[in-house]
Every structure is written in structure tokens, then in C-alpha cells.
């Protein structure tokens, strides 16, 4: 029996129902932030990510898929995203059409790691990448998009975890004063982070090995080493943060495993008991050279992605059920011609601002609307009588929780908007409590 290569996994029929559910919602939530759709080939030419020598992330140095085609091409199976879309942008010189592009995917990528619960050699990315600005709101509104997905989906305890690299100058001097303190240290020094104080001394931060030894605790902070627009640059994001109300938590250690980043680098981490090692949902931050290093024009950039597996491992382990049937946000109640007209015209207001809607268009009878109602799996059901209509008012219950008021014909829409934001995450997709 031939069977499926090490690392990888065949998605059944019953399982591919969480995978769309799980691509409509990241559509949905990118159509919010205006990121558009791009499809980029599954293989690059080798250089796409075989860009420099000083690249030495793992990734680049030990874990792609190269090989030479039968046309003598290498080849490499993307690893990521990110350096592909940075090739189609130079290559269509998308920038001279769009000053400020932002762009999203979803697909496969290829690793040539240690299969582990979490990790797989082919695994699915999302991923957003917004090229042209070196706005600081830029990378808050990118944070922001991740974190308006961990809450569609309805995922507790995930911390984003941030730092800055700071620009070039920077990185330079933070460098010479790591290889000075990590070379007296290097006997403590696990053999990766030896290799490391020679080629990447920052990475040596990202050691699980040492992490908790108190030589590696005591190591230099990069805070004291940026430059003031460095500074200022995080500063501004942080402020962003804070003012999406976003909580963050600055881990002055954290530097990503990829070469390509600068200023702002973040991870989503998920505290999940079950989850074993590999509990970072999705991660990123800001590139601004990566598209002058592939010959195109100096372009600041930020994007990041998310594992797929990882983001429905963590909605199974959350209890949440990303294939459960289709539901509605309200459903309408209405007794007596009148108030079927004053229902069409309410529905009609909810569906333009986004909200999706049922009505009885059978003349049934009140019993027989609430088991439709029931039937769609309506979130609200707003009731509306002929003495409600005559005081401009309707009755709405939150068939999640069961409370039922009173409200203002004028208030449903904004009313389930305020229900839906308190409950975060409660969107078109999601059903009443299981
Ligand atoms: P990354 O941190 O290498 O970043 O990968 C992003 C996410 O992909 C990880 O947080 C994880 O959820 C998932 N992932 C990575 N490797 C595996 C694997 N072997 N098995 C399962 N899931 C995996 C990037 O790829 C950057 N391109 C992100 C980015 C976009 N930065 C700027 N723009």
C-alpha cells in the first residue's frame, strides 16, 4: 500500500465543511479591513527565498523543499507566503497602481520540520500583507485583523505578544553588544545558540533551550538600544493598540524565526492547555527591505498569518463547532397584516447594514413562525403585534440567553449590533448556544 508522505495529512469530506466555514469567516473579516484576494504560485524559483547568505532562519537554511525541474529550474515549495506575494507585487509593479496595497491568502505552504501535534510538513496559511505604508496604524490595524478573527471564532485566551526590532541602526548596535555578552556566556550556550553567536546573535533570544537560565534573563534588552524614530514608531502602534482597545503584552525578547523583519514583531499565542508546544496561532510584523532586496522599489510593508490547523485545533479544544448548520442574526415575528409590512421594512435596514434576516411570508400563525424561527437557528426573534406596533415598539429575545425586552421599532438594528459586539465574536455563521 502506497501511503500518504510523513508530515502530511488527507482532509476528509467531513472535516472540509470546518475549512470553509473557517475561509468564509477570514473572507468576511478581511472584506471589513479591505483586504483583497491574491493567489500566488505554490512553487517560486529558489531565490525568491533563497534571497541572501545572511538569511540563516531555519526555515531558509533547513526546512524548504528545493529541487531542479526537469527544465534544470530550482525550485523551491513556498514555506510562507509572504516572500512570493513580494515577488508578484514587484513583478506586476502592483505599486505603481496602488500607492498602498493590501492583500490576503490562503493555501497551502511546505516545511521540512519534525511532524508534531501543531506542525506538519504541508500545513495552510492565511495570511494578510499591506505593502506601501510605514504607518504605525498600518501594523495596529493588521494586529487588529488578526485579533477580530480570534474573536469571530470564538477563541479565549490568546495574548498578542509584541516587540520592536527597531530599525537597521538599531539592529546594529543591539548585535555588537548581544555577541559581547553572549560570548562570555558561550559556555552556557547550547550548541544552536553557539552557531547563532556567530551568524544571528538575536535569534539566540528566541532559544527554548536557555530561555529560563538566569545568564539569558539578564541578557540586554533591546528597548535600550532603539533609535528615537525606532521608538517612536512602536510607541504609536502601542497607542493604536490601546485605542482599539486591543490588550498586549511587550516581550522584549521576542524576535520571530524569520531574517526579514524590522520595527514592529508580534505573535498571537494561545493559552490552551491541550495545545503542547506549537501554541502560536499566527505571528508577523513589518518588512520594510524585502521588497528592495527583490529588485523592487524601497517599500515599507507589514503582513502576518495564521496556521489553519492550528486555528481549528484550538476552536475544537475551545469547545467551538466551526461546522455547525447555517444560522440567521434575527428572525421576525410579526401577527397581523400591518406588522408584516412594518417587519419587511426593519428587515430591510438590518440586511443593508449586514445583518441577516427572516420573515414568515406564509401567513402563519404565531406557534408555527416561532418554530421557523427555530428552524433558522435565529439569533434574535423580534416579536412585533398589533399593540407594540401602535406604540412604535417591539419585543426582541436573545435566543442565547433568553432575555427578552422591549425596545423602540427604531432601536433592532443597532440594538443587535451592541448585543453582538458585547458577546464578540457572535457573527453570520454562528449559532445559538449549544
Ligand atoms: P511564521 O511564524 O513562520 O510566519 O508562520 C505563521 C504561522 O503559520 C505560525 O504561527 C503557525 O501557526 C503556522 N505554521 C508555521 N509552520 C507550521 C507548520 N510546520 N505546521 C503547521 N503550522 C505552521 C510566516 O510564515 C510569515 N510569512 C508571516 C508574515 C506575513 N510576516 C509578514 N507577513
Redesign the pocket.
Known amino acids: 500500500m502506497i501511503v500518504k508522505p510523513k508530515g502530511t495529512y488527507d482532509i476528509l469530506p467531513e472535516e472540509v465543511k470546518k475549512w470553509t466555514k473557517l475561509e468564509d469567516t477570514i473572507r468576511k473579516i478581511c472584506y471589513l479591513y479591505n483586504y483583497k484576494e491574491i493567489r500566488t504560485p505554490i512553487f517560486e524559483s529558489y531565490d525568491v527565498f533563497h534571497r541572501d547568505k545572511k538569511d540563516t532562519s531555519d ?1 531558509v537554511m533547513k526546512e524548504t523543499y528545493d529541487f531542479m525541474d526537469r527544465g534544470e529550474r530550482k525550485i523551491t515549495l513556498r ?4 516572500a512570493g506575494i513580494a515577488r508578484a507585487y514587484v513583478e506586476n509593479k502592483i505599486y505603481a497602481v496602488n500607492p498602498v496595497t493590501k492583500l490576503f491568502y490562503i493555501g497551502p ?1 511546505f ?1 521540512y ?1 519534525r511532524p508534531q501535534k ?4 504541508q ?1 495552510h ?1 492565511f ?3 499591506a505593502l506601501g505604508s510605514d504607518s504605525p496604524l498600518i501594523d495596529a490595524e493588521g494586529i487588529a485583523l488578526g485579533t477580530a478573527l480570534i474573536r469571530s471564532l470564538g477563541l479565549k485566551g490568546v495574548t498578542v505578544k509584541i516587540n520592536s526590532l527597531g530599525d537597521e541602526e538599531t539592529r546594529e548596535r543591539y548585535r555588537n553588544v548581544l555577541v559581547e555578552y553572549f560570548t562570555k556566556h558561550q559556555d552556557d550556550l547550547c550548541a544552536d545558540c553557539r552557531e547563532r553567536l556567530l551568524k544571528n546573535p538575536l535569534r539566540i533570544l528566541d532559544c527554548k533551550v536557555d530561555k529560563d537560565k538566569e545568564f539569558f534573563l539578564q541578557a540586554p534588552k533591546i528597548n535600550s538600544y532603539w533609535t528615537e524614530s525606532s521608538k517612536n514608531h512602536f510607541e504609536a502602534v502601542l497607542n493604536a493598540l490601546k485605542n482599539m482597545q486591543i490588550p498586549y503584552e511587550v516581550c522584549p525578547n521576542l524576535v ?3 531574517d526579514y ?1 524590522s520595527h514592529t514583531v508580534f ?1 498571537l499565542e494561545a493559552d490552551i492547555p491541550e495545545f503542547g508546544a ?1 501554541n ?6 513589518r ?1 520594510d527591505k524585502l521588497i528592495s532586496d527583490l529588485g523592487g522599489p524601497q517599500t515599507p510593508a ?6 489553519l ?2 486555528l481549528l485545533l484550538a476552536t475544537e479544544l475551545c469547545g467551538k463547532k466551526l461546522d455547525k448548520p447555517d444560522s440567521i442574526h434575527i428572525y421576525f415575528i410579526a401577527l397581523g397584516e400591518k406588522a408584516r409590512e412594518e417587519c419587511g421594512k426593519i428587515m430591510n435596514i438590518c440586511r443593508i447594514g449586514g445583518l441577516a434576516c427572516e420573515m414568515d411570508y406564509l401567513g402563519r400563525g404565531i406557534k408555527a413562525q416561532f418554530k421557523d424561527a427555530d428552524k433558522n437557528n435565529a439569533h434574535f426573534t423580534c416579536i412585533l403585534g398589533e399593540n407594540e406596533l401602535a406604540e412604535f415598539k417591539i419585543n426582541i429575545k436573545d435566543n442565547m440567553t433568553d432575555i427578552q425586552e422591549t425596545i423602540s421599532l427604531y432601536e433592532v438594528y443597532n440594538y443587535v449590533i451592541n448585543k453582538l459586539n458585547q458577546s464578540a465574536g457572535v457573527c453570520a455563521g454562528c449559532t445559538k448556544k449549544e
Do not use: C, S
Not at 118 to 121: E, F, I, P, V, W
Open positions: 526555515m514555506p510562507e507566503g509572504t505552504m516545511r520540520e501543531g506542525r506538519t510538513r500545513f496559511q495570511g494578510i500583507e520571530r524565526g524569520l523583519y505573535e506549537q502560536v496561532l499566527g505571528g508577523g510584523g518588512y507589514f503582513g502576518m498569518a495564521f496556521g490547523e492550528r
